[in-house]
Structures are given as C-alpha cells and as structure tokens.
C-alpha cells in the first residue's frame, strides 16, 4: 500500500536495507563504541565543537585579529565551557544519533541553535570581542539571513585590518562590535559598505589593496584553526578542492593539538596523511554518513592516556611513517579485501545496508576517486598550483617572531602531497592516475568551462 503524505507535503519513504539483523548488530556495537569513545561520548556531547577553543587556545591554534596570532587572552569568556554554563539550555541532534553534538540557547527568548566552534572563534578573537552574548545573537541573525558564519566573520576582520591600515575607511574597528548587525543585514540587501563585503575578503583585497593578511584559500575564508600552528591542515586548506575548508583540507588538526599531540610544526608524513584522511571523509560524506563518527577513528586508548608512553610514542613517530604511508597508498586498494573492526564501521555499514561489496579498500577507493574527480574538474576550469595558496601572512611571517618552524611551509608539502596523489608539479592528475581510478573515460565528456556556463 502506498504510504501517506506527510505533513512536509512529501511522501515518507523507509531506506531498504539489506541485510537488516545484520545492520542492527553492528549498529549496536557501534553506539556502545561511540558512546565509550572520550571524542564522541564525552566532549562532543557535552560542549559540542565550542568545547575546542580551549584546547586551540593552548596549542597557539586560535585565530585572533584576523589570523595575526594563534591565542586570544580573553578566550575563556567565549569558550564552550562558558557557553555551556551559562548559555546552554538544551542538547540537540540528528534523530537517533548517539552524539548529539549540537546546542540549543536562548536568544531574545526564544530558543535557537547554538554558536559552533568557528563561529565562536572567528567572532570571538578573531575581532577582539568578548561578548558571547552578542556572539549567540549574531549566529542566530546569520542563520536567518542564510549567511555563512565563518566567512561574514573573517571577510569582517580582513575589513576591520584594512580600515586600521588606512587602506579602507569602512569605519569597522577591532573590538567595537555595536554595529556588527546592522553589517550582516547591509551584507544580505547589498547596501553601503555591505555591498563590498558581500563579495568576500578575496574581492575585497583586489580593491582596496591587503591580500598578504586577506585570509582564504580559492576565495574561501579558512576555518577558526590558525594553520601555522597546525601545518598539516594549512597543506590541507590551500590544496582543498573547494577552497580553504577544514573539512574537504583533511582536518589534521584532529591529530595535531585537538585530540593528539602530533607535532603541530613538523612537515614530515603530514602531506601523506592530509591525502588519506581527505579520502576517507570524502568517503563518509558521499555515503551519508556524519564526520563526526570519524573522530572515533583514533583509538580511545591512546586519546585517554594522553601522558602514556604508548601515546607519547605515538605522537613521536607519526611525521616519520609518511613513507609507509606512501606505500600503502600507491597499494592497490583491491589487497585491501576487509574491514576495520571496532574504530571504522562505516565500511561495513555501508554493504550491510546497500549489499555491494564494499571493503576498506573499496571504500577509500571511493572517496579517493570523487576527491581526484573533484580535482580533475576543477582543473579543467584552470585551477592549478598557483591557486593551491595562503595568503603570505601564513607562509611567510612566523606566527611567533622570531621562530621560523611557525609558519606554513607550504610550496614543500605541495610537492610531496602532488607525488603522494600523483598529480603533476603543477598539480594536475595524470592520466596514470586517471586511468588507475577509471576515471580516464570521462575525458570524453569534453564539457568546457565556457559550456558549462552557457
Ligand atoms: S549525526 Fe553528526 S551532526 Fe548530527 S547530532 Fe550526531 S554528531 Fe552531530
């Protein structure tokens, strides 16, 4: 029998599911994991990502003033233990997800959703303000006007150097918030200096001159992790197919100061690593499945025993297995016919559910051939090693002057990350590559840029 519309007008549908006992087993052993993981059980339900800008701040990983420096000395009046006490009404979440990683708060009486991490950060230090009151107030405004909060808040801070530079008499000031919501409002119906902000801080450095502290990467503003104390994810946000995003970057920052103490300076193995987590989460995200089940990938033993021999072991030898790393990479993913017990279900998940014969090494195959084909178009609309970039404020002033290691190296990581994924010097996948990936065919398909724009 046909099912019923719902109230939203459409028609509910179930997922079919293959092999459902099976599913079920495996789904129970899963939550238990992600509920005894201290990631996925502790932190993210109880401060949700706000619960991040107090490790970034200790590991000199929180942009401030607009990406100037890595620690913001009033961080702890907008930090998620702050926003929990006070702030935080209720836990929210996806329907039946374990986590529950999100935060309901008040706002002007009523109940909103609460500020994430980047928006914490970037509107926190990033403008030298303190006000989580007024910070809680302007996500709510964001999220009604459909505006992304990480880059109204960084196009803003780039403003507010340029108008102290005397490059841009905008009349914004760091720290001087009592108009910030007037700015998203002129932003959203393009009015006055709105207009300008409206198209990005990239745009914005074009015409008023700034572009080594206009902080993005393709035109897209970074996350609230400041990269020259998280080098892996400064590789990962200038090589990310869709500008300077955290996620599509790799997100090393999870093993360089949030949950591990990987050598946040080191570039060793860090391109090897940025590649195969780049396709790992490419693989969650195109089957569906939540990033934030990834965070569980890292064993809780060694998460829980930060001071372990074992975990300090860990930490010390990860740079220098990139090698390995390499290797396993260029393994064809066929060999690599299993799963991962316990810490990565969503391989197995996923064939449970669909009945494919998905594996691993199938389902790394996946993410790395949609990130390759990402690439490849992207490459066709002329994207190439040039555009792979930082403004020079993160590659070429040390965060901590006088101290050289706290900056991106970035030309460095971007050959070895090329060689690892086997893309030219000029950061194009060759047509081995291609071929390898099946992915040569598509060339067939000779949709130009100037095709697609029709
Ligand atoms: S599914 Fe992911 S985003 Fe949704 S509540 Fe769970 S952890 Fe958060």
């Known amino acids: 029998m046909e099912k019923p519309e719902s109230n939203y007008g459409f028609r509910e549908q179930t997922v079919p599911v293959k092999e459902k006992e099976k599913l079920d087993k495996l789904n129970r052993k899963w939550f238990k994991y992600l509920k005894s993981h201290p990631l996925t059980g502790d932190q993210l339900p109880r401060l949700g990502t706000a619960g991040l800008v107090s490790t970034m701040q200790m590991r000199g990983q929180l942009s401030t003033k607009n990406y100037k420096y890595g620690t913001y000395e009033d961080y702890e009046k907008v930090s998620g233990e702050y926003l929990a006490e006070e702030y935080n009404i209720v836990n929210k979440g996806c329907l039946s997800c374990p986590i529950k990683c999100a935060r309901t708060v008040m706002v002007d009486g009523k109940p909103v959703k609460g500020p994430e991490l980047e928006t914490l950060g970037l509107l926190g230090g990033g403008i030298l303000n303190n006000n989580l009151e007024a910070i809680l107030k302007w996500n709510y405004e964001l999220d009604e006007l459909g505006m992304d909060t990480i880059s109204s808040?960084?196009?803003?801070?780039?403003?507010?150097?340029?108008?102290?530079?005397?490059?841009?008499?905008?009349?914004?000031?760091?720290?001087?918030?009592?108009?910030?919501?007037?700015?998203?409002?002129?932003?959203?119906?393009?009015?006055?200096?709105?207009?300008?902000?409206?198209?990005?801080?990239?745009?914005?450095?074009?015409?008023?001159?700034?572009?080594?502290?206009?902080?993005h990467s393709k035109g897209l503003e970074l996350a609230a992790y400041e990269p020259r104390r998280t080098v892996g994810l400064g590789l990962g946000y200038a090589v990310s197919n869709r500008g300077g995003?955290?996620?599509?970057?790799?997100?090393?920052v999870l093993v360089e100061g949030l949950s591990l103490a990987v050598d946040q300076q080191n570039p060793h193995g860090k391109a090897d690593f940025t590649m195969i987590f780049q396709d790992l989460m490419e693989g969650v995200s195109s089957c569906g499945q939540c990033l934030f089940t990834t965070y569980a990938f890292l064993p809780s033993l060694i998460i829980s025993h930060p001071q372990s021999w074992y975990t300090k072991a860990f930490c010390k030898i990860v740079p220098y297995i990139g090698f390995v790393l390499r290797i396993i990479n260029k393994l064809p993913t066929g060999i690599m016919h299993f799963h991962i017990p316990v810490i990565f279900n969503q391989s197995k998940a996923l064939k449970l559910i669909t009945g494919m014969p998905v594996t691993f090494g199938s389902f790394i195959k996946a993410g790395r051939r949609g990130y390759t084909l990402e690439r490849h178009i992207n490459t066709r609309f002329g994207i190439r090693r040039k555009d792979d970039s930082l403004p020079k404020r993160l590659t070429d002033d040390p965060q901590i002057p006088g101290n050289e290691k706290t900056k991106v190296p970035l030309e460095w990581m971007k050959n070895v990350y090329y060689s690892a994924r086997g893309w030219s010097r000029d950061g194009v996948p060759t047509p081995k590559t291609l071929r390898r990936l099946n992915l040569d065919k598509l060339d067939s398909y000779k949709v130009t840029c100037e095709e697609f724009k029709k």
């Not at 007037?182 to 959203?188: C, E, F, L, P, Q």
């Not at 995003?245 to 090393?252: A, D, E, F, S, T």
Request: aromatic share 12%; glycine share 14%; hydrophobic share 35%.
């Open 245 to 252: 995003c955290h996620l599509n970057g790799g997100y090393m």
């Open 153 to 215: 808040a960084s196009t803003l801070a780039f403003a507010m150097e340029a108008h102290e530079k005397g490059l841009w008499d905008n009349g914004l000031t760091f720290g001087s918030t009592e108009e910030i919501s007037k700015v998203w409002d002129d932003i959203a119906y393009r009015k006055g200096i709105g207009d300008d902000l409206a198209n990005g801080s990239r745009w914005c450095s074009e015409k008023y001159g700034g572009k080594e502290f206009a902080v």
